[in-house]
T-cell receptor, first 116, second 113 residues
Framework: DTGVSQDPRHKITKRGQNVTFRCDPI?????LYWYRQTLGQGPEFLTY????????KSRLLSDRFSAERPKGSFSTLEIQRTEQGDSAMYLC??????????????FGDGTRLSIL | DAKTTQPTSMDCAEGRAANLPCNHS???????VYWYRQIHSQGPQYIIH???NNETNEMASLIITEDRKSSTLILPHATLRDTAVYYC??????????????FGTGTLLAVQP
């Protein structure tokens, strides 16, 4: 199965530490998205890339958050100086964009971040 | 993108059809209806989408009313593995509008043995 892959699946860290998550999209997909999901809520959009360009960022993406997609393939999401409120599931999705038509987004199983 | 309204939870007996409603009364002419589901501890899974005609795939059927203000996702023979939160989302397919999916809180479908 060549679906969206996220690593690690779980991360526990102390408040104030930096963390980095990785997402490997479906290989032929040129769009990649990051979402955050807290308990009992639906996923909330953070940012998205088309190839290596970051084209949209949510107001949820504070200065402590940075995302990259250096060669238009895998992406990383880094959180600096983590806070209790950063505890959540971080989801990655990818999709194709062909002939002006958005294809459905396909999600990975997320990285669950717990801040002690 | 238009907002959607879904019941908070529903029950369904195993082997029976599960019919999940969604209201999207402010949907515009170029917005499609998408359905995703999220099984516990997994990421959302794409199910189906449609504009105005009924759609069917190997997972489900999507029935959209003629005025497009509501739709129903049908799982024809629900199994215990269909227990999940089901999200109805409307969005455009074209153009420069935002590419994000806007999730509500969805419907928790509990399939009972």
């Amino acid at each position: 199965d060549t679906g969206v892959s996220q690593d690690p699946r779980h991360k526990i860290t102390k408040r104030g530490q930096n963390v980095t998550f990785r997402c490997d999209p479906i290989s032929e997909h040129n769009r990649l998205y990051w979402y955050r999901q807290t308990l009992g809520q639906g996923p909330e959009f953070l940012t998205y890339f088309q190839n290596e360009a970051q084209l949209e960022k949510s107001r949820l993406l504070s200065d402590r958050f940075s995302a990259e997609r250096p060669k238009g393939s895998f992406s990383t999401l880094e959180i600096q100086r983590t806070e209790q409120g950063d505890s959540a599931m971080y989801l990655c999705a990818s999709s194709a964009y062909r002939q002006g038509i958005r294809q459905p987004q396909h999600f990975g199983d997320g990285t669950r971040l717990s801040i002690l | 993108d238009a907002k959607t309204t879904q019941p908070t939870s529903m029950d369904c007996a195993e082997g029976r059809a599960a019919n999940l409603p969604c209201n999207h009364s402010t949907i515009s002419g170029n917005e499609y209806v998408y359905w995703y589901r999220q099984i516990h501890s997994q990421g959302p899974q794409y199910i189906i989408h449609g504009l105005k005609n009924n759609e069917t795939n190997e997972m489900a059927s999507l029935i959209i009313t003629e005025d497009r203000k509501s739709s129903t996702l049908i799982l024809p023979h629900a199994t215990l593995r269909d227990t999940a939160v089901y999200y109805c989302i409307v969005r455009t397919l074209y153009g420069g509008a935002t590419n994000k999916l806007i999730f509500g809180t969805g419907t928790l479908l509990a399939v009972q043995p």
